[in-house]
C-alpha cells in the first residue's frame, strides 16, 4: 500500500471514528435503537425506562445474533439489514452478547 | 466408512509438510517422529499407500454480497480444482461454515457442488451451521451420522488419526471458541488408545490456538487440548474460520487456517477492520479463495501441503 493511500486510510479511520463517537452520544438515555456495525452494538449501554422496546438493527455484511447472557432473550441469526426487538418489562441490567461472535457485548439498564 | 476403520497404532508415520500462498513458499515445516527407521521397513509396515487428502473451508453457501454475488459459483470453482487434482484425494475434509444462514437449501446447494468431486467428505459445523432454531440440529441430521455430543468423532486411515472437534458451540458472553468439558473428556479418551508415533491430524473451525484473541479468533480451552496432543510426535491441526492462510509451531505440532471458498477477511488486527468479509476488486478474488491438499508420505520422501487458490 502506499504512503499516499495508507494517509487516505487513516483519515477515514478517523472520520469514521468521530462518526461513531457522535453517533454514541447523540444516543445517550433513553435510545432505543441499537446499531451493529463493524462487530460492535452501538452505543454498547443504553438505558431505558421499563416497558420500552429495544430494536437492534444489524449493518454489517455478516449474520449477527442478540443473546441475553441469562437466556431472557434472544434473536434468531439476523442477516445484513435485518432488525430484532425485545420490549423490556423489568428494570434490571441485561447483558447480551452475539453466540456467533461472542466477543461482541452490550448492556441494556431497564430503570 | 470401512476404508477410514481402526489400523495399527505401532506404525512409525512421518510427517512433513511445506505450504505454498499463492506461488512463493512461505513456510516449511519437518514434524519430527523420534523414531528411526528405514524406509523400506515404514513402507512395509504401512498397510495402505501413502496418500493425500483435501481440506476446503468457509464455502458460506448463500453469500451475496457485490463483490461475490454468488458464494455458489466459487465453491463451484474449488471443487472442480479438486477434481483436476493429478492425484485424486482419498477424502476432503469441510472444515465448517459450509451454509451461510444453517438453511436446508444451503446446505443442500453445498451438498450437490461438494458431490462432484466423487470423494468421501467429512464435516464438521462453523457457527454459520448452527443457527438453525435446533442450534446444529439441522446440521448434526445431515452430517452428524455416528459422531458423539454436538458432532465431534474421529477416524483412522492409512495409520494417520483424524480428530474432528466441535468449538462453535455453547459460546459464553466475551469468550472465544469453546469445546466444552465433555468433548475434552471424549478427547483424553480417544487419543488415550494411541501411541506417541502415530500421527495425528486434527479439525475443527475456529483457530485451536490463540491467533487473535481481541477478534475471538482463538478456543478457550486450547491449553487443555493442547496438552493431551503434547506425548505425539506429530500433530497438524487444520483450522478454517478466518479466511485466510496462518500458520505455527509449537513443539511437534503445525497449526494451519485455511482460504475460504467464498470471500477473504482482512490480516489479524488490521486497524479500522473486524473480523468480517473484506471487499476485494473483481480482478483479485479468486487470488484470496483457495483450496489445500495435504499428502502423507513414507520419511524421506516429499510430503507437502498446499494451498492452491482459485486464481
Known sequence: MSRLRLAACAAAIATLGFGAIGAALAAAPGATAIDIDNFTFSPPTITVAAGTTVKWTNDDDIPHTVRAVDGSFHSKAMDTADSYAFTFTKPGVYSYFCSLHPKMVGKVVVK | ??????????????????????????????GGVPASIGLEAAAATRKTAPFSFVQVSDSHIGFAKPFNPDARATYREA???IAAMPVKPDFIIHTGDVSQLSKDDQF???????????VT??????????LDDGQGKAFLDRYGKGTKGAGWYSFNHSGVHFVALVNVVNLKAGGLGSLGADQLAWLKDDLAAHGPSTPIVVFAHIPLWALYPDWGWGTDESAQALALLKRFGSVTVLNGHIHQVQQKVEGHVAFYTARSTAFPQPAPGTPGASPGPMAVPADKLRSVLGVREISFVARGQTLPLVDQTLA
Do not use: N, Y
Not at chain 2, 3 to 30: I, P, Y
Not at chain 2, 108 to 118: E, F, L
Not at chain 2, 121 to 130: A, L, N, Q, R, Y
Open chain 2, 121 to 130: 467428505v467429512f464435516h464438521v459445523p462453523g457457527e454459520h451451521d448452527v
Open chain 2, 108 to 118: 443442500d446447494d453445498a451438498d450437490q457442488i461438494i458431490k462432484s468431486a466423487g
Open chain 2, 79 to 81: 471443487i472442480a480444482k
Open chain 2, 1 to 30: 466408512m470401512s476404508e477410514f476403520e481402526a489400523d495399527g497404532e505401532s506404525r512409525r508415520g512421518f510427517l512433513k509438510c511445506m505450504t505454498w500462498a499463492g506461488t512463493g513458499l512461505v513456510w516449511t515445516l519437518a
